[in-house]
Nanobody
């Protein structure tokens, strides 16, 4: 069982940077692939970024954030991070951290079995 808690959300202006953190509790954190998703009212949760298990050798990004966002992990601290730069108003959403058991990484929300409660990111124009 993995429990996830996100932090770092807030209100920023367009063009700013923001870093999200996800703290995990439970065993075998390094065995899980980790991902970030986001959701706006009335829409489905959408993929943002993912990182494979162990050394996080493989990373994946949504086209909309590629080149602006960076996902990373620290297995010793049981944390995964999402560094967001050049934020635009369209990045406004609730951001969720998720863990995927296979460890390979996925862009599909249904492949992730554990979710945090989310943290709000608001980007003003």
């Amino acid at each position: 069982q993995v429990q996830l808690v996100e932090s770092g959300g807030g209100l920023v202006q367009a063009g700013a940077s923001l870093s999200l953190s996800c703290a995990a509790s439970g065993p075998s954190f390094s065995n899980y692939a980790m991902g970030w998703f986001r959701q706006t009212p009335g829409k489905d949760r959408s993929f943002v970024a993912a990182i494979s298990w162990a050394d996080g050798r493989s990373t994946y990004y949504a086209d909309s954030v590629k080149g602006r966002f960076t996902i990373s992990r620290d297995n010793a601290k049981k944390r995964v991070y999402l560094q967001m730069a050049s934020l635009i108003p369209e990045d406004t959403a609730v951001y969720y951290c998720a863990a995927e058991v296979s460890g390979l990484g996925s862009k599909r929300a249904e492949d992730f079995g554990y979710w945090g409660q989310g943290t709000q990111v608001t980007v003003s124009s």
